[in-house]
């Protein structure tokens, strides 16, 4: 797929937690001039409280009902029609939602090895209350335990694109100028 600055559709990124759709969307975004949307943010500015005080007070099937209607809005909003919108790592597990996906933009499942997801959790670990007071073989495990049960639904998207190399400036500019390559895309800067 192509996106030229007369015909731009969104681009949707997809993968696990730390696969790096928000750091990769952001710097995008900026280089294509264009929206950035994280569903998770855009849900908790909305909420008025963080995703996982959603979880705790009202569970995961309402989170996710919650999530779903967000998703709806960004869909049928004309302002995100130009825009980068980063999924949540579960997002794109509902039976339908990667098809709407394909109907309507690009897609791009953000690939990143194990140890490198296991080194984001670590790293970020306060923001994520389900690594707290796990060790790095207990986080791999259950790593590799949800990106089995999620592969099936990532796989789904359009297409694939490595997302190992986003821990430096450098290396994310350098990710940037990759993914504009690989898909065509007109950076404004």
Known sequence: MTQTAGARVPIFLVGYMCSGKTTLGRALADKLGCEFVDL????????????ADIFARDGEASFRAI???????????????????ALG??????AGVMARLNSVGLTVHLRTDVDRIVERLIEGGAKRPMVAGKDEAT???MVREMLNKREPYYSLAAFDFDST??????????TVERFIARF???PVK
């Open 40 to 51: 998770d943010e855009y849900i908790e500015a909305r909420q008025g409280c963080s995703i």
């Open 67 to 85: 999530e779903q209607k967000a998703l709806d809005e960004l869909i049928n909003n004309h302002a995100t029609t130009n825009a980068v919108i």
């Open 89 to 94: 790592g579960g997002t794109p597990c509902v």
């Open 139 to 141: 986080l791999k495990a």
């Open 165 to 174: 190399l986003l821990e430096t400036q450098a290396q994310i500019d350098g």
């Open 184 to 186: 065509n895309l007109n």
